[in-house]
């Protein structure tokens, strides 16, 4: 398993095929990865599971897409 670092920043920008996320952390490199619409609906529905959900909504933990 990959060690874990404290998140310094992120951004986000919307690209001709999708999203490119760029992540840093403290103390480590940068990455960018690309993300296509599906799965940038299924991180914000991973983020919405994780602040509790919609409105009747179920949270659900250690979800991976």
Same mark, same amino acid.
Request: charged letters at 30%.
């Given at each position: /398993?990959?060690? &874990?670092?404290? &998140?310094?920043?992120?951004?986000?920008?919307? %690209?001709?095929? @999708?999203?490119?996320?760029?992540?840093?952390? #403290? @103390? @480590?490199?940068?990455?960018?990865?690309? #993300? %296509?619409?599906?799965? /940038?609906?299924? #991180? #914000?529905?991973?983020?919405?599971?994780? /602040?509790?959900?919609?409105? @009747?909504?179920?949270?659900?933990?250690?979800?991976?897409?």
């Amino acid at each position: /398993m990959a060690k &874990l670092l404290p &998140l310094q920043s992120f951004s986000l920008q919307e %690209t001709e095929d @999708g999203y490119r996320l760029l992540v840093s952390a #403290i @103390g @480590g490199e940068s990455l960018y990865v690309s #993300i %296509t619409p599906d799965q /940038m609906d299924d #991180i #914000i529905d991973s983020l919405e599971n994780a /602040m509790g959900g919609e409105e @009747g909504g179920e949270a659900e933990d250690d979800v991976e897409y």
